[in-house]
């Protein structure tokens, strides 16, 4: 039996709620010792080219409905090589949101365009398309659009306006592997559709990328711009090996985490109301949870700092920490553009908070075991914030 929430916090010296800490990732699945052990016996893991890597540019565009994909060594890598294929360059620019994984912004600036930063849809926080429209001017090159934190981003409203204002659109997926949105699987409503397999995401190979697209001038842009003699942005065949399971079992954990998602957010609403989950407009979607989004209200928590929150969090063993710092807090003036003001951004970025994904896979009581300790730290943060800790 574990402790009760009116128990000493673990910041405080008590004992934690989860003695282990939170769960690994990857996790230890038979199907990747499998699949290792055969690369190795069948010594194609050496190779520069092999079935591995053909077999998931195989799966991804089945996956996908999309005729061309390209592996490569980063989502960081993928998202440049996107924009590159659409032939995005100097003088140009690119929209995205004002809070957004910070290798997209440098991706703009690496490929010496301007990024445009605009606002967020409150609640949702994520690109809101209302203020996209308003921010295309004759400069815009490309939108660059990512799914945040168990966020959709409203696709059918952003392929509108990308349509009506001929401006094409790179769908960030890294997030979201998997997820449907409006009947589609994410990256399928961009031009181009970006996946990172880095060593904390739903898909996993340590390192890697891949880029999809439907349009084929754009995927040989990018050929003609990685392939130097060699590949110059490779992803190897151990790590397509590593990939295939996970791709198989991916379904199965998406379904798995929405539903540990939805169980969450349900026990969230009714005992800590302070602690709100992302909001999505009701919809046929199924998002995705690389991260699982939260805003922070300190009021309900004894005004306790969201980052001592979830330091106190963290040491029950919930993998918790505030989320990004918006892009306009974090960069010079002089590197982007900002039509409009960004008072939603910083709102998030002040006051979101992430859940690691790993523990969306385990029982309901490891959900329960969440909500306990965000009840022990809101029954105890007076003593937070009058002991050192
Ligand atoms: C992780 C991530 C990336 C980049 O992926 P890496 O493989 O780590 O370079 C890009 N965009 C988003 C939204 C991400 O979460």
Redesign the pocket.
């Known amino acids: 039996m574990s402790p009760s929430p009116d128990s000493r916090p673990a910041i405080l010296g008590g004992e934690p709620l989860r003695p282990n800490g939170p769960p690994d990732w990857p996790p230890d699945d038979p199907a990747l010792r499998d699949v290792l052990h055969r690369a190795a016996a069948e010594r194609t893991w050496g190779k520069y080219h092999g079935p591995f890597c053909d077999a998931l540019r195989e799966q991804i565009a089945a996956w996908h409905d999309s005729a061309e994909v390209l592996l490569c060594c ?6 440049e090589l996107a924009l590159r294929g659409l032939n995005v360059g100097p003088g140009e620019e690119v929209i995205l949101a004002a809070y ?2 910070k ?2 912004f440098q991706d703009i600036l690496a490929i010496g365009a301007t990024p445009v930063l605009v606002d967020l849809l409150p609640g949702n926080w994520n690109l809101d398309p209302a203020a996209l429209d308003a921010a295309i001017t004759e400069k815009t090159r490309a939108i660059l659009v ?3 934190h168990g966020g959709i981003v409203e696709m059918p409203a952003v392929r509108e306006i990308a349509d009506r204002r001929g401006v094409p659109i790179v769908e ?1 997926a ?2 979201m592997p998997g997820a449907r949105i409006h009947g589609r699987v994410a990256g399928d409503w961009g031009d181009v559709a ?1 996946h ?3 060593g ?2 739903l898909l996993s190979a340590g ?3 891949a880029v999809v697209t439907p349009r084929a001038e754009v995927a040989q842009r990018i050929r003609l711009y990685t392939q130097r003699g060699n590949d110059a942005y490779p992803l190897s065949e151990l790590q397509a090996a590593l990939l295939l399971p996970q791709l198989a079992a991916l379904p199965a954990r998406n379904a798995l985490r929405l539903e540990n998602a939805a169980r969450l957010s349900r026990l969230l609403k009714d005992r800590c109301p302070g602690l709100r989950p992302l909001r999505n407009a009701p919809s046929d979607s199924q998002p995705g949870y ?1 991260k699982f989004g939260l805003q922070y209200e300190p009021n309900d928590f004894g005004e306790l700092p969201r980052e001592l929150f979830a330091r106190a969090v963290r040491a029950e063993g919930i993998a918790i920490d505030p989320g990004f710092r918006a892009l306009h807090q974090i960069h010079s003036r002089r590197r982007f553009r900002a039509p409009a003001p960004l008072p939603q951004a910083d709102a998030a970025d002040r006051g979101i908070l992430t859940l690691h994904h790993p523990v969306l896979l385990e029982s309901a009581d490891a959900i329960e075991t969440i909500v306990r300790a965000v009840e022990r730290i809101r029954h105890w943060s007076a003593a937070l914030l009058a002991e050192p800790v």
């Open positions: 980063s989502g960081t890598a993928a998202v957004d994984f290798g997209n990512s799914h945040l960030d890294c997030q970006v990172s397999f880095g904390s995401k390192r890697g990328g690389y």
